[in-house]
């Protein structure tokens, strides 16, 4: 294919001068360039190696390996959901816009529902133990499928939808420059509390148990169990969100503006708020899915428009959990290193303490089989109103990890309960499939506005724009939303939103915009 001064990259001769007159003018945008540059011809060449790598070598490889597990019912379910989401994540991966929510989405179906409880089965080995019958187990596995195909349908209706439109007396959300300066100091302050309150910098490169020791000492010396628990997460909420936030807005404003890039000021916030997140968001301290949160925001933050940049995060995202993680499992807790199973197969560490989700989406459907069945929106209740305390409302429910772990019979309760098992334990079935066709819907629609907001660099609505940084960071605490439970969280969703709010206006004032 051939370019010239008068036809266009497919071939068609473009428009004529405005008078008639013949003479040439440009055919096309520059920017429909970019799908003809040798980067995306890259792309289309790895295509087809990147799609049976995904959706046949992989589960392939894993499904034929040696183990114990039997070829049930279960096995060709997890087989199916797994080649499924292999598919639909290199769909994420190819396409030609950046799908942040939706991408996530599929990463994390892909890895934790899919190749990792694939490995168990045919391992017959979970992290946690699954107590009920195996028809509970192929029952999870079928539901997870429902939801993963609603999931499809709603983004699919939503791409029928029109973009929707702004109030004509309202301007776009964007950053107060004055509350910004206000959050960034505020961020400061509540880190440096955290910092002092655990001990010192040196207690977050350590090990994630020294600093949940120093948390429950800070936090627990003159209150019982619930208090301490409540401390906590109000401590680590208020340490980690705002200077993440403060982060992402002061690296938006810095891609985007040259004004800002030549501010001595906003370098010197920049690097400053950089130094605070690498002592009190590194992945030492934190849970591993709050990295990959910390992680996803910035790097979606700081190249919106890349799609190399958006396929190497979908990738890195995937080395890191199929990889990193579970070895990590080694360096996690003193006890950890002692206690890793000895054996050849290279499926073992898929084994571990994180994909743990399908297992306890069955213990839960076991659950409700010996319980009260379904609770019909009493969970989701407590989560929506996690913000009342408990001696308010003494019937608030616990999350749902722990009420399952505790009739379970375990010493610890932190178990994961995954978003399906959430919706399924509420609404049944069919309330669970319709909540992830609305959160497949709201994540088509979010992407498409996220592309609409990050099209242009430039302009005092671009700069600041907060859609530009609520997609990345809703995109990367998606991995905490959808492992569960919802109820541990709320609480840094709830910092968030505060925060947020605290920094939007929708007012047309020059003077107080970033530049």
Known sequence: MTLDATRGPSGTRGPSGPSGTGRAVPPYDPAELRHFTPRAALSRALAVP????MVAVLPGAVATQPGPGARDTAFWLQLTLCCYAGARLCSMVLTARRRLIQGSFWLFVYIAMGVAPLAQTVLDRTPTPVVGPRSDTVLAVALVLCGVVAFDVGALLARHRPAPRRPRNRGPASVHRPRLYALVLFSYAASALMIVQLGGVGVFFSSRQEIGES?????????GAAASQAGSA????????????????????????????RKPLVLAMWAATLGVNVIVNNPVSNPRYWFLTVLFALLFTAFPRSPVMYR???ALGAV?????????????YAEDAANQPETDSVLVPLTLKDYDQIGMFANTISFAGAGDGHTYGRQSAGTALFFV?????????????????EWMGMKNTNLSAPLWAELWLDFGPLGMSGGFLAAGYLASRADRRYVRHTAENTGPAAIGSIPAIVTPLVAGYAFI???????????RIGIAVVCLAAVTTFRENPRKRLP
């Open 50 to 53: 990147l799609v049976l790598g």
């Open 215 to 223: 948390v429950s000492a800070a936090t627990g010396a003159a209150a």
């Open 312 to 314: 190497g995060a979908l």
């Open 320 to 332: 890191i959990a199929l990889v990193v993680f579970p070895f990590a499992d080694r360096f996690r």
């Open 481 to 491: 939303l959808l492992r569960g439970p919802l109820l541990q969280a709320m609480g």
């Open 234 to 261: 109000f401590l680590r909420g208020f340490g980690t969100v705002p200077v993440l936030l403060a982060l992402l807005f002061l690296t938006r404003w810095l891609v985007t503006s040259r004004v800002a890039r």
């Open 389 to 405: 305390p408990r001696s308010v409302w003494t019937g608030k429910p616990e999350d749902t990890g722990v009420r399952v772990g």
